[in-house]
């Protein structure tokens, strides 16, 4: 070891004898702070993290590398020094050892001089030092992969040009053979293992904090191939080509490729395993959650997952595949055998590709790749399936992906939340499982099913429906006993027990038209009934055997027992509108898109309050802009507070209405709301709105005249009602605001805490506005931007920051604690108007005067931000903007239902790593710093080296005692 370290000293101070070292160091830094700061535009990404100077790090070694390593053997044979080298008393594998360390010295001086950069990131926002560490961890092993080739091709010639383009030639190779613009060209298989060969695609996992022992392997394995290959080349040089020493040129041949061999084999063996590597992320962002591991450990039934992945498909989601069968795979090893895992491509089997089409409505997507001379259609499959007892579910491309734009304008594409998507797939559909027979033998007495369908005047695209259905409806009668029949009725023929006028009548159903001018139509329901109830099963979906499997199940679970948690909504009644000609318009406002978004982890029941409770089955109540509630209503959401339930209440105290004469929408206060029952549990929505200048701007459409056309296209304007609330202005750490980078609240109200009445409660502020927002008492929604040029509005008061959304945990007191219920004013009432009349006692249930400390409660000072209105609004502007809010929603339900599973893994990875807001000048400074710190370290370390250089004796090659 001694020999080799003096060898290393002696290479460094042949490059530190002259500027040669400090010019490529600082030829690299420069390079990369301009490559970090304007070609991957590190403050347009506003993201707090290092991954844009790890991105291009590949690229850059190469040449940096290529220009370390071309002299180092090449110089040596063309000044004759290589035979002096070789004649020392010192081995060929010392010398080489040596020089690799010197290059891999020099390399990790470079990378170690761009650590100003992570320092300053984590200044300017939170940062993750786990892909940071990742990241230099990669940046060494490509490194001393690249110095390994360097070294190799210079110790081919003797020309220091001809050794720096080989080089370049052959790590461009090794990157490029794995960059997606190769890979794309090829099946999936193949691009498969053009990426395991690839070092840029090797570079990928370690560089974002995960190190995987294949890929540790990879780039050790690949520098001691082309290290032996050095060693090789420099003893070949020494033999002569005679009999004598053919033994020991063929010894060496052969001790070399066995050992290269072996480095190969082993590459080979360990890429199936996908277990053994360390997540180095704060949160352990690529590491299954406890709860995963919970939910897979607690399976009762055999579970199967199968992806549907197409050899041939777009080069962006190619790269995406690896990854999730790798995350499939920890599913199935952490299950403990309970887990099935198949991956198939359906385009090479037809009858799995028949199965998915016709029994899970699986069917490949069109996607659009473009070349350099044409464009294609490829139509593929990225589709996952769950399959548990009778329940499937399956994830497509949508659900698994997100596409983000780059700086460039090109799309990044990349996974959203994989173990999210899958867990939350797969717990759906195991609390969602019930065995058929279990399910109608819970049920009081036999369901008939019957199918009302005109066979006869069915569109094309659907004749196959009625065999389709018959078929499912066979299977679950043939194993029903007796429990479940069903018919087939034409309610058109002549014979038919019930006409189209009774169908209308008892059911409201109406023949379907084919086409929206279309004469011709078409019955295709079914209605199940149960004793005196009767449910109507809409069509809906593809009308493949899993889409009618499953409507029929959630009809027949309506009617049991059912393993997912239950959340009831009420909404307000969706009242027509008038215009100003007194022509009646669809409803102005609807709430059917939180119901859906709910309906996709629970079971949402539309609640009606009017009846005084909340029924028993209802897991969590969720109010939507209460309005026009009387005290029985009142009575209902109190009352289910006080028996423990958990109640999310987003109310504001305007609604949004359209002006009939204007034209335009106006703000209307709410009458009958809630403010009186949450004013008692010491919360107090305050009759005003916040307006905030950051906000969401308001989306209007603009007519302009273009060469005599009339071109209509949308415009912004800022609307300070449209209150954006960012990271900044959210609960950290809190499990409802998780994964949630901003939440927008629409003509929202500020919320005031009681702090007496909440002192022995646990009360969170979830969000608030910003420091320089202000309140608007009247109701004028209108901005006036002529008077007011910025905002529209004017700035009243003084600003400040308002509570916008709090959650409290504890007991409550009733608000109908010291007053009579609703039902016993009704009683009374009725005992005043009939005293003359004897009356049957009624039996009037008692009121709960205090809550348990489980009971929770979630306010919002906004309805609105949950109107389906508003997110066309949004979507006008951007297409998934809105899902903010939703998401908000659905973690504020996961909380009062104690879901904290999905919390949980929602929350991982969802740590903000937003910059700190920083105008122009803020950002140049930070820049320049970054510029002059690199070049301090230049200076300081060429003078260290100088100043050391000259207290040390200069090491002469002839002298053999320091190589003893």
């Known amino acids: 070891m001694k020999q080799i370290l003096t060898i290393t000293r002696k290479e460094l101070r042949g490059y530190f004898g002259s500027p040669m070292a400090l010019i490529f160091i600082g030829t690299f830094l420069a390079v990369t702070l301009f490559s970090f700061f304007w070609i991957n535009a590190f403050f347009g990404r506003d993201i707090a993290d290092v991954r844009p100077l790890f991105r291009s790090m590949p690229i850059l070694l190469i040449f940096l590398v290529a220009a370390l390593t071309m002299r180092q053997w090449s110089e040596e044979q063309r000044s004759g020094t290589l035979e002096i080298l070789l004649t020392l008393p010192v081995s060929t594998t010392q010398l080489v050892l040596g020089k690799f360390l010197a290059v891999l010295a020099l390399v990790a001086i470079a990378l170690a001089l761009t650590i100003f950069l992570p320092i300053t990131v984590s200044f300017l926002g939170n940062l993750d030092w786990g892909p940071v560490a990742g990241g230099y961890l990669a940046a060494l092993l490509l490194a001393g992969a690249y110095t390994a080739m360097g070294l190799f091709v210079s110790s081919r010639t003797d020309n220091q040009i001809v050794a720096l383009i080989s080089t370049l030639l052959l790590g461009g190779v090794f990157y490029l053979v794995g960059a997606s613009a190769f890979t794309g060209f090829f099946s999936n298989d193949v691009a498969d293992i053009l990426r395991a060969l690839g070092s840029g695609s090797r570079f990928e996992s370690i560089e974002r904090g995960v190190v995987d022992i294949r890929d540790l392997l990879y780039y050790l394995s690949l520098t001691g191939i082309f290290l032996t290959f050095n060693v090789w080349s420099l003893k070949a040089k020494s033999w002569s080509q005679g009999e004598r020493t053919r033994p020991q040129r063929y010894a060496v041949t052969l001790t070399s490729g066995l050992l290269i061999a072996n480095l190969i084999l082993v590459n080979v063996w360990t890429y199936p395993l996908r277990g053994l590597r360390l997540d180095m992320t704060q949160d352990h962002e690529y590491t299954l959650s406890p709860a995963t591991r919970k939910l897979l450990s607690g399976l009762q039934e055999p579970l199967t997952i199968r992806g549907y992945f197409s050899e041939k498909t777009h080069p962006l989601l190619a790269p995406l595949v690896p990854q999730i069968v790798d995350m499939l795979d920890e599913y199935r090893v952490a299950s403990g055998g309970k887990v099935h895992l198949e991956i198939v491509d359906p385009t090479k089997d037809p009858e799995k590709e028949a199965e998915a089409n016709q029994v899970y409505g699986i069917r490949p997507t069109p996607f659009q790749v473009s070349g350099r001379y044409e464009a294609s259609v490829i139509n593929s499959y990225f589709d996952i399936l769950i399959l548990y007892g009778d329940q499937s579910k399956v994830l497509d491309f949508n659900d698994l992906i997100e596409v983000t734009p780059r700086h460039d304008g090109s799309p990044d594409v990349h996974l959203r939340n994989l173990e999210y998507d899958l867990t939350s797939a797969i717990k759906k559909t195991v609390y969602g499982f019930q065995n058929m027979d279990s399910i109608l033998a819970s049920l009081p007495e036999p369901v008939n099913l019957t199918v009302y369908i005109t066979p006869n005047t069915l569109p094309d695209d659907l004749k196959d429906v009625p065999d389709t259905i018959n078929k499912v409806l066979q299977d679950i009668a043939g194993s029903s006993n007796g429990k479940f029949t069903f018919t087939t009725v034409d309610p058109t023929s002549a014979d038919s027990p019930i006409k189209p006028k009774e169908l209308y009548d008892t059911y409201g159903i109406q023949p379907i038209p084919i086409s929206l001018f279309s004469n011709q139509s078409y019955y295709l329901y079914m209605v199940l009934g149960s004793g005196q109830s009767a449910q109507v099963i809409y069509p809906s979906g593809d009308m493949s055997e899993a889409s009618i499997k499953s409507a029929l199940i959630s009809a027949l679970k309506r009617l049991a027992p059912g393993f997912l948690q239950v959340v009831g909504l009420w909404t307000p009644p969706s009242t027509p509108t008038q215009n100003a000609l007194g022509q009646m318009q669809q409803p102005f406002s609807t709430w059917k898109t939180i119901a859906k978004y709910l309906q996709q982890e629970y079971e949402v029941q539309q609640v009606d309050l009017s009846t005084g409770y909340v029924p028993p089955n209802v897991d969590v109540l969720v109010v939507v802009a209460p309005q026009n509630l009387g005290d029985k209503e009142l009575y209902a959401i109190d009352q ?63 007519t302009r005249n273009v060469n005599g056309f009339q071109m209509q296209e949308i415009t912004t304007v800022n609307y300070p009602f449209f209150v954006d609330v960012e990271p900044d202005g959210m609960a950290h750490g809190n499990p409802i605001v998780a994964n949630i980078p901003a939440v927008t609240l629409n003509w929202v109200s500020p919320i005031q805490v009681d702090q007496q009445k909440n002192a022995a409660r646990e009360v969170t502020v979830l969000l608030h506005s910003t420091d320089k927002s202000w309140l608007q008492s009247d109701a004028n929604i209108q901005p006036d931007f002529d008077k007011y040029p910025d905002q529209g509005f004017g700035v009243q008061g003084t600003p400040q920051s308002y509570n916008l959304a709090v959650a409290v945990q504890g007991s409550f007191e009733s608000y109908f604690k010291d007053r009579p219920s609703p039902f016993e004013a009704d009683q009374q009432v009725q005992n005043d108007q009939n005293q003359n009349q004897p009356q049957a006692p009624q039996a009037v249930a008692g009121t709960i005067k205090s809550s348990p400390e489980t009971a929770r409660l979630v306010v919002i000072g906004s309805g609105e931000f949950l109107d389906d209105m508003v997110f066309q609004l949004s979507s006008a502007l951007s297409q998934d903007r809105y899902i903010n809010s939703l998401k908000f929603m659905q973690n504020a339900v996961s909380w009062s239902v104690e879901d904290t599973d999905l919390l949980n893994i929602r929350a991982r990875g969802t740590t903000s790593r937003l910059l700190k807001p920083m105008d122009e000048s803020q950002q140049s400074f930070w820049e320049i710093l970054n510029y002059v710190l690199a070049l301090l370290s230049l200076i300081v370390l060429g003078f260290v080296w100088s100043y050391k250089q000259r207290n040390e004796r200069p090491m002469q090659l002839e002298d053999p005692e320091k190589f003893k």
Do not use: H, K, W
Request: proline content about 13%; overall charge negative; aromatic content about 8%.
């Open 640 to 702: 289910y507070l006080m028996r423990g339930g958990s109640v999310i209440v987003a109310a504001g105290n305007y609604a949004i209405m359209p002006d009939p004469y204007s034209g335009n929408i106006a703000a209307l206060p709410v009458s009958g709301g809630v403010q009186p029952l949450l004013a008692s549990y010491g919360i107090t929505v305050t009759q005003a709105m916040v307006l905030d200048p950051q906000n969401e701007p308001f989306p209007i459409p603009v």
